[in-house]
């Protein structure tokens, strides 16, 4: 656990706020990719009340964000919900301007129509996305957009309409590993088990920075592989 002992150093070198905060957030990244939720959580929470012991609002709402991103992954699906909505409602009840509180309106219905799909809650899901891309393309941003796109391929996976699913991702970001293993598992919905692995195997291994999309892609491609192995050992077919 090098990688952790390493973080842990930079948090408690860290220079000043600024510093400590990025350290921490790079500590419960690494947690994330080693399995350990509560860990993670514990690491954002630090961050949280540093950014709540100056009343900063921006940040208190992006911890929160992360933190429900990380209880999101982790399957903890009544927290995540309560946490983004927390965060959402910090920012719309603030006097941040009006252009920051639009933009956070619009994420919330991409936090929401992921939580919907966590629940398995199609109908939430997809008005909520539909809002999200309306709002994305009205404000010609692109990388919204993608997100939007890969959004609906998510939906498509949920409901098994695998055609849609990989028409929606192939318009979302490449270099994304989420949207990466989204269509690796749109292709093994189809039945094409070898460019599945393929593009699994490209998501857990890209050559990139640690971001949370990342180590989130890969703790569930680990999940999905531990999964197989226990169905293999039990002669279960999956």
Request: proline letters at 3%; charged letters at 25%; a negative charge.
């Amino acid at each position: 656990h090098a990688a952790i002992d390493a973080a842990q150093e930079n948090v408690d070198s860290a220079r000043d706020e600024g510093e400590r905060r990025t350290a921490l957030l790079n500590e419960a990244l690494i947690y994330v990719d080693h399995g350990a939720t509560d860990e993670a959580l514990q690491a954002m929470q630090r961050s949280y009340e540093l950014a709540g012991a100056i009343g900063d609002t921006t940040n208190l709402s992006a911890d929160g964000i992360v933190i429900a991103d990380i209880q999101l992954a982790a399957r903890r699906v009544d927290d995540a919900r309560d946490r983004y909505l927390t965060s959402h409602d910090l920012v719309a009840a603030s006097s941040l301007p009006a252009a920051l509180k639009a933009d956070n309106e619009l994420a919330r219905h991409y936090d929401i129509a992921r939580v919907a799909i966590a629940e398995h809650d199609l109908h939430t899901a997809r008005s909520e996305a539909a809002a999200y891309l309306s709002g994305a393309s009205a404000k010609h941003n692109d990388a919204r957009v993608r997100q939007a796109r890969e959004l609906n391929g998510n939906i498509a996976l949920e409901a098994r309409d695998y055609p849609v699913a990989l028409t929606e991702l192939a318009l979302a970001d490449q270099d994304n590993p989420a949207a990466i293993y989204a269509i690796a598992r749109a292709y093994a919905g189809e039945g094409f088990t070898v460019k599945a692995k393929e593009l699994s195997a490209r998501a857990e291994h890209l050559n990139i920075l640690p971001t949370l999309p990342y180590v989130f892609t890969r703790a569930a491609i680990a999940g999905a592989t531990r999964l197989a192995i226990a169905d293999s050992v039990r002669g279960t077919p999956h």
